[in-house]
């Protein structure tokens, strides 16, 4: 396999990849022959199939996963009045973005060590940063891994918090037979680049509360009066009362909060409807890439830590983590190998150890252990559903000629 692969060093092996075919075009092409860009039909369409497939009454379609986050937590902080600094618990390992929208809200995340094996939130660990300030959890499905969240649920009700899913990275998991973002009081997911779904920008909350729905559409539409959130409002209204006609006219220009612009266009709807008829088929393709990768790399498992699935979940593996066991073994190094040979490399989500947060926080990774080796042995490569059999060839028997010629 060596010899074979030698001569492929032009060979690029990218996180994410995307096809856009006929059927997008088509849509995209019937936008634009309606001469209609803003939130319409296709929007429409595609927050209901994407409500309907993650178990949800309502899901809205936004900019991105971070912003999904950040009006979720916004709309709560609102509705029950919490006051700035209080504090939203968030795992020690997870994409910045779950951290980062707990202080744009004037909150304060409270970070808590992660599991060892799946890499997500340590439910034993999270009663031990509850204090009297404590209003929410943010559990995140890392990498397409649900979290363990019945625990976390159990410890929801008792201390009464809120709970919000990330689960930008595990569209379509399952835990336990239900799916991820319909545990909590809101789901938050993304359809950005290299997802498992994507519309080139883009993300989703989900919910089952219409108050919790409101709240989001409005802080998305600048804070806008739940009056007038999208131009459809404005239909049939010539027949309705006149009491009613100027009801909508002199509420269409009020805002009842300090919102955002975090609308999408028709256009990314209609790239996530054709992703959607895929999603299922393009899922199994991650997990037989997964499980390929992991069945040619267990020969180095005194070397490094492959993926682990509990019996009670699902992975969609967004991406396929690694963590390195033998600390003689230099991830620099195995990572340089990797990126010469096009085979594309992220560390594993590193938050403590960021330098605006070492600026906010102070030096916190003494204090979570696990995390803090996951900062220095961890990263992940490609496992998506456009790698084919050549590819996954190849990512092996670069990682053994790497093995070689570092262990």
Not at 15 to 21: A, D, E, K, Q, V
Not at 162 to 169: G, L, R, Y
Not at 191 to 218: D, F, L, M
Not at 242 to 263: A, N, P, Q
Request: charged content about 25%; glycine content about 4%; some cysteine.
């Amino acid at each position: 396999m060596l010899e074979k692969n030698k001569k492929s060093r032009a060979r690029k092996i990218p996180l994410g990849t995307l096809n856009i075919g006929p059927y997008a075009k088509k849509l995209i092409l019937q936008t634009l022959n309606e001469n209609r860009l803003s939130h319409g039909p296709l929007s429409a369409r595609f927050e209901n199939k994407f409500a309907k497939l993650h178990n949800r009454k309502f899901a809205i379609f936004t900019v991105s996963g971070t912003a999904a986050l950040r009006m979720s937590l916004h709309a709560l902080k609102r509705i029950y009045q919490w006051r700035d600094g209080e504090e939203v618990l968030v795992p020690a390992i997870t994409f910045i973005a779950t951290s980062n929208i707990v202080l744009q809200n004037n909150l304060r995340p409270i970070f808590v060590d992660v599991l060892p094996d799946t890499y997500n939130i340590d439910p034993k660990k999270i009663e031990e940063k509850i204090t009297r300030k404590t209003r929410a959890i943010i559990p995140v499905h890392l990498y397409g891994l649900p979290a363990d969240m019945e625990p976390i649920m159990a410890i929801a009700k008792k201390h009464k918090l809120k709970v919000i899913e990330d689960s930008c990275e595990a569209m379509l998991a399952k835990y336990r037979g239900r799916m991820v973002g319909s545990m909590g009081d809101l789901g938050c997911f993304s359809t950005y680049v290299a997802h498992i779904i994507t519309t080139g920008v883009g993300g989703i909350v989900t919910t089952n509360n219409p108050e919790y729905a409101v709240r989001v559409k409005s802080l998305m539409n600048h804070g806008r009066d739940s009056i007038y959130l999208t131009i459809d409002d404005d239909n049939n209204l010539s027949r309705k009362s006149d009491k009613e006609i100027f009801k909508t006219v002199d509420r269409r220009f009020s805002f009842i909060d300090i919102g955002y612009s975090c609308r999408l266009t028709e256009m990314e709807a209609a790239l996530g409807l054709e992703q959607l008829k895929y999603i299922k088929t393009n899922i199994r393709k991650r997990q037989k890439n997964a499980a390929y990768l992991a069945e040619g790399l267990k020969q180095f498992s005194y070397l490094i830590q492959l993926p682990i699935i509990p019996r009670d979940r699902d992975h969609v593996f967004l991406a396929f983590p690694i963590v390195m066991k033998d600390k003689l073994l230099e991830r620099s190094k195995l990572l340089t190998h990797l990126e010469k040979h096009g085979i594309e490399t992220r560390y594993m989500m590193p938050l403590l150890n960021q330098p605006i947060y070492k600026e906010i926080f102070g030096n916190l990774e003494p204090r979570y252990p696990v995390a803090r080796y996951i900062n220095k042995a961890g990263f992940y490569i490609a496992c998506h559903h456009n790698l084919t059999k050549d590819d996954l060839d190849y990512i092996l028997a670069i990682f053994e000629q790497a093995f070689q010629k570092l262990v």
